[in-house]
């Protein structure tokens, strides 16, 4: 059960398939609905693989945060 006290965890390589397929010209709503994934989570990948190359957090914070 997914929510604010179990979090869902996606392995790196399942984060990466999800941005590429976006990347690639699949709707995001496509994607969401056959993955079970929320709008923010999507867009928090694809903005943090642009940015870094990477999805985790912890790579994509400013500093000081």
Same mark, same amino acid.
């Given at each position: 059960?997914?929510?604010?006290?179990?979090? $869902?965890?996606?392995?790196?390589?399942?984060? $990466?398939?999800?941005?590429?397929?976006?990347?690639?010209?699949?709707?995001?709503?496509?994607? $969401?609905?056959?993955?079970?994934?929320?709008?923010?989570?999507?867009?928090?990948?694809?903005?943090?693989? $642009?940015?870094?190359?990477?999805?985790?957090?912890?790579?994509?914070?400013?500093?000081?945060?």
């Amino acid at each position: 059960m997914a929510g604010p006290k179990h979090p $869902r965890h996606y392995e790196e390589s399942f984060k $990466r398939q999800i941005v590429q397929l976006y990347e690639s010209g699949e709707p995001s709503r496509e994607i $969401r609905a056959e993955y079970d994934i929320a709008h923010s989570t999507l867009h928090r990948w694809v903005q943090g693989i $642009r940015d870094s190359g990477s999805t985790r957090a912890t790579d994509n914070r400013t500093p000081g945060r």
